[in-house]
Each structure stands twice: as structure tokens, then as C-alpha cells.
């Protein structure tokens, strides 16, 4: 990555990129979305959409929840 400063000066700087993947949320065996996140707290990012979309009203509505990789 390169930092431009005044008099477009070219100075390389290291910085750090984020990370995402495609996640996808099924819901009894149905795909309900796929979006990009980062692959950190999924099952937090998860409980939260869940909730936000009115697809469950607390968390005591989730039996269990899997992660696969690849697919």
C-alpha cells in the first residue's frame, strides 16, 4: 500500500487489509442469504442478523448452529 502526501510524493507504508468470506445463513435446511463478513465472532454476527431481521425474537430460539468451510 502507498501513502500519497503533498507534491505526490509516493511514500509504500504497510498497513493491514481485512479479510472477508461469503457467508451463508440456512435456516432449517433453506439458504435464507449470502453476504460477505469477516470470519471472526460468526455465530455472534449470526445471533445478530437473526434478530435484526425478525427471523427469531431471542436467542432461546436457536437449537444449535454449524460452521462448514469450502462449500
Not at 37 to 42: E, G, S
Request: charged share 20%; no cysteine; aromatic share 8%.
Amino acid at each position: 500500500m502507498s501513502l500519497w502526501k503533498r507534491q505526490n510524493l509516493q511514500h509504500p507504508q504497510p498497513d493491514e487489509l481485512a479479510e472477508e468470506v461469503p457467508v451463508a445463513l440456512v435456516y432449517n435446511g433453506i439458504s435464507h442469504v449470502v453476504m460477505m463478513a469477516t470470519p471472526k465472532d460468526l455465530a455472534q454476527f449470526a445471533v445478530g442478523f437473526s434478530l435484526s431481521e425478525g427471523i427469531i425474537e431471542n436467542r432461546g430460539e436457536i437449537y444449535g448452529y454449524g460452521r462448514r468451510s469450502g462449500l
